[in-house]
């Protein structure tokens, strides 16, 4: 298994549903043309970086695990980390 993580920071499309209580969830990201669909959220947390606070999801796709970050002010979504075969 290959695994990317740390300075990883790449900015990509999300399709993602805003669902009753204010929870995000991510139903499909592009990335690098390609789409992945989201399988399962398998971790969430928070995080700030500066005076914006990021969101952080850990998703399953068939193509393996990735790690979705969406900021709050700047109402963008990156990619942080992956770890696929």
Do not use: C, K, N
């Not at 499909?28 to 398998?42: I, K, M």
């Amino acid at each position: 298994m290959r695994q990317q993580r740390g300075e990883m920071h790449e900015h990509i499309r999300v399709a993602t549903l805003f669902e009753a209580g204010g929870q995000i969830r991510p139903v499909w990201f592009e990335l690098r043309r390609r789409r992945y669909q989201v399988d399962a959220v398998t971790y969430r947390w928070r995080g700030q970086h500066g005076a914006a606070t990021l969101l952080y999801f850990s998703v399953a796709t068939a193509g393996g695990l990735f790690e979705l970050a969406y900021d709050t002010a700047a109402q963008s979504w990156a990619l942080t980390g992956i770890e696929a075969a």
